[in-house]
């Protein structure tokens, strides 16, 4: 493997910006994105790179930006003027109408009380400016998760407080990433608990706590539809009343948010699994293993049973099973019963019964399913579903054209609900979740009373959109339900995740809030090292660097010091495709 870490000295903005257009052409790797944004194009980007800008901040601001000649006949990449303008969203807390937060918003307060810590205690190199929580510069700990919280990592869910350093989590990029570090302190205090849905799934956190989202607007013709991709109306209503939809969808951008200010306009982007691996295991023995999930029990310690009732399709599972039994595990026949309407039949094999007792566990309420099963492909998964609907599920014909199949399957497993999920998701189905309450039963004239509570699970088939939510590009973007408030007294989380930043809990990505800009003091200048995941190297960087060596020059002269280096980093520097022959001719390859 070729892994290169580019180091770059610079003595200004200019200067590094031109030398890593040069340098990401030379050693930049190409990739097509897959996931995330811009999904499709490509990016040329560095590996890793840290540069470091010795004079960063001149006046007139626009001797920051890069000018290039105008005999290139190219634009420059950020207009003259601009830092000025952006200055007021980096350095003030005003929030024009519309805007959920700004860079400003979240670091206004920290910046006196830092430069009353560098004043009298220079020689510290504790002084963070945490970019993505404007209320975490006085926490030893950043806002958090409350105790019981299940995060997803390559096990399956598990709850915050049994996360350590080393696991494997999913984060908001689709990717698996390591915990490098685990937060836990007491908070007493306002939590938010938001509600997805359609699945109903709740996230309860501190109010500052960043969630992944995309802010939709209205219809502009009809406004009691959201403007979203799926929209089929686009295509047909419109054109038909001599109207151009504006695909307002268009102009949407994911965005970090407080979950404080979420709205039911909020649409949570939720990251779908899609690694595959190796399964040791057929499509037949998925499929029984979901008629087993849905209709079976064991008979003691000696043998797996199946339960159907006596009609078509149950007298169909029957055969089913016998089919798989024999050709996949050499069990014929097994020993059969039919009364009160129903099927029973048992086959004897202790191996058998250990081997599903391992994998599924016992009895309805705490029936599960392996999580590496959600990695078995497509098929497989398939035909793990098609074999639990068959036994405990049903087909509804819906549609003014009676063109569209909802299917609906019920589970008394909370493990099971989970899982099922997350497989709807792969497969392209978005899942509804209806709480229930089992109603009581009868066997043999004995009343078998009910407790807990019940899920039914149900989609329509062969579509990646329901009335509000839809699938696009490897996400499944959901509206928040509900967002409401709570007084909350106990433990919380928060993790540092590598590369990603993020981790999701209870199907929601959250961020772990730990974007910032480290700073010291030495040799009476000032001096900033500046954090960025992902970054454009065209545009981003000279702006984003200009604005930061503006805020760098006003700490100092309130500290009492010179403004001093820049030193930036990212595992992200890219350049995309359709900006790569502007930078061959910059840098006269082109």
């Known amino acids: 493997m070729d892994f290169k870490i580019t180091k770059i000295e610079a003595t200004d903005i200019q200067d590094a910006w031109f030398q890593c257009i040069y340098q990401v052409l030379d050693v930049g790797f190409k990739y097509e994105i897959q996931r995330g944004s811009y999904v499709g194009q490509t990016r040329m980007e560095f590996d890793k790179v840290v540069v470091l800008i010795k004079h960063p901040y001149q006046e007139p601001y626009d001797l920051m930006l890069p000018q ?65 929580q404007p209320s975490d510069y006085k926490l030893s700990d950043p806002p958090c998760v409350v105790e019981s919280t299940n995060i997803l990592t390559k096990g399956g869910y598990k709850a915050c407080n ?139 310690k000696d043998g797996i049973r199946f339960n159907f009732g006596q009609h078509e399709k149950g007298e169909f599972a029957y055969l089913e099973v016998n089919r798989i039994m024999a050709t996949e595990y050499d069990l014929v026949g097994g020993k059969t019963i039919r009364e009160d309407n129903c099927i029973r039949q048992t086959f004897y094999s202790r191996a058998l019964y250990t081997k599903f007792f391992e994998m599924f566990r016992k009895d309805a309420r705490h029936k ?121 007294d106990g433990f919380v989380y928060n993790y540092e995740v590598e590369d990603d930043n993020s981790y999701v809990a209870e199907s929601i990505p959250v961020h772990n809030c730990l974007r910032q800009i480290d700073m010291r003091i030495k040799d009476n200048h000032l001096i900033f090292y500046p954090y960025f995941r992902s970054w454009d190297l065209w545009g981003g960087f000279p702006a984003n660097l200009a604005g930061i060596a503006v805020l760098q020059k ?26 790569e022959e502007l930078a061959k001719l910059r840098t006269g390859r082109g």
Not at 192 to 197: R, S
Not at 222 to 235: A, G, R
């Open 68 to 132: 290039i000649p105008a005999s290139l006949n190219i634009p420059n990449p950020v207009e003259n003027g601009y830092i000025e303008r952006y200055m007021p969203y980096l350095m003030t807390s005003h929030i024009e109408s519309g805007e959920q937060y700004t860079y400003g918003s979240r670091i206004v307060d920290q910046i006196p009380y830092w430069v009353g810590v560098l004043k009298d205690t220079p020689n510290t190199n504790q002084a963070i400016l945490q970019i993505a």
């Open 162 to 300: 049994d996360i350590t350093v080393g696991d494997i989590v999913f984060t908001h990029e689709g990717n698996w990433k390591r915990v490098l570090k685990v937060y836990k302190r007491l908070y007493k205090g306002i939590v938010n608990e938001i509600t997805l849905k359609g699945i109903k799934k709740k996230l309860c956190v501190t109010p500052e706590h960043l969630i992944h989202i995309v802010q939709i607007e209205k219809c502009p013709y009809e406004n009691k539809l959201n403007c979203k991709k799926t929209c089929k109306k686009q295509f047909s209503v419109y054109e038909k009343n001599g109207a151009t939809c504006p695909k307002v969808y268009e102009s949407y951008e994911d965005q970090w948010i407080q979950v404080n200010k979420l709205t039911t306009q909020s649409y949570v982007k939720v990251p779908i699994i899609q690694d595959e691996f190796a399964c040791a295991f057929s499509k037949d023995k998925m499929f029984l293993f979901g008629l087993w999930l849905a209709e079976g029990d064991y008979s003691k």
């Open 368 to 488: 599960q399913i392996p999580f590496d099963f959600i990695f078995s492909g497509r098929g497989k998964l398939q035909a793990l579903l098609d074999g639990y609907i068959l036994g405990d599920g049903y087909t509804r014909i819906r549609g003014k054209n009676e063109m569209s199949e909802q299917v609906s399957f019920y589970t008394t497993s909370i493990h099971l609900k989970e899982f099922f999920i997350m497989a709807l998701l792969t497969l392209g189905q978005i899942p509804s979740i209806t709480s229930t309450r089992p109603k009581d039963s009868m066997i043999k004239g004995r009343v078998l009373k009910s407790n807990g509570i019940g899920y039914a699970i149900s989609f329509t088939n062969n579509r990646s959109r329901s009335m509000y939510s839809y699938i696009d590009d490897g996400y499944c973007y959901i509206p928040i339900l509900n967002n409401k408030q709570l007084e909350y």
């Open 554 to 579: 006003s700490m100092a002269d309130e500290i009492g010091v010179e403004s001093g280096p820049i030193c930036a980093s990212s595992k992200g520097l890219h350049i995309y495709g359709y900006v």
